[in-house]
């Protein structure tokens, strides 16, 4: 009986490396989107404070579909987070496509007030503020989650022509 029993626990084991190395090749390497804020514009007030309506285009450099459950992001100036918000909606990216997906997000009024304090106590303000937005992008299936994170400037005082 022990040795049946041994050799049962020997073929489940058995089973279960070959399930788990099965499921790991299923889910691939996958390159992350590649994202890009396309603009930025305020939107009417609605009680809440100030909103913001973010373009951001999203390219899927895999030959596998991208189906994204949701989206978690932030718009950091100066090194503080100013801008963030949540979206589950978002198309599903085809292998090697593009697709523009519009986000709406809050401002947070007290980095907004710790960023002016920090620019009215320096010598003169800068003419470029950096800025960096952070997502953390959620797929469906076995895909991992994916972090990416663009940086930039804009001009403080932009000058007309």
Do not use: H
Not at 84 to 103: F, K, Q, R
Not at 137 to 161: C, H, M, W, Y
């Amino acid at each position: 009986m022990s040795a049946a029993w041994g050799g049962l626990r020997l073929w489940s084991l058995w089973l279960v490396f070959i399930l788990v190395g099965g499921c790991a090749s299923l889910g691939g390497e996958i390159d992350p989107p590649t994202v890009s804020v396309n603009s930025i514009r305020s939107l009417p007030g609605e009680g809440m404070g100030p909103r913001f309506e973010i373009v951001l285009g999203i390219a899927n450099p895999n030959k596998k579909t991208l189906d994204i459950v949701g989206v978690a992001y932030s718009i950091e100036i100066l090194g503080r987070e100013l801008v963030t918000g949540v979206s589950n909606e978002v198309p599903v990216l085809e292998p090697y496509s593009e697709a523009t997906v519009t986000l709406n997000a809050g401002l947070n009024f007290v980095q907004m007030i710790r960023l002016f304090t920090d620019l009215g106590m320096g010598e003169a303000p800068p003419e470029q503020l950096e800025y960096k937005f952070k997502a953390k992008i959620d797929f469906k299936g076995l895909v991992p989650t994916q972090r990416v994170e663009e940086s930039g400037s804009f001009a403080l005082n932009p000058t007309r022509t």
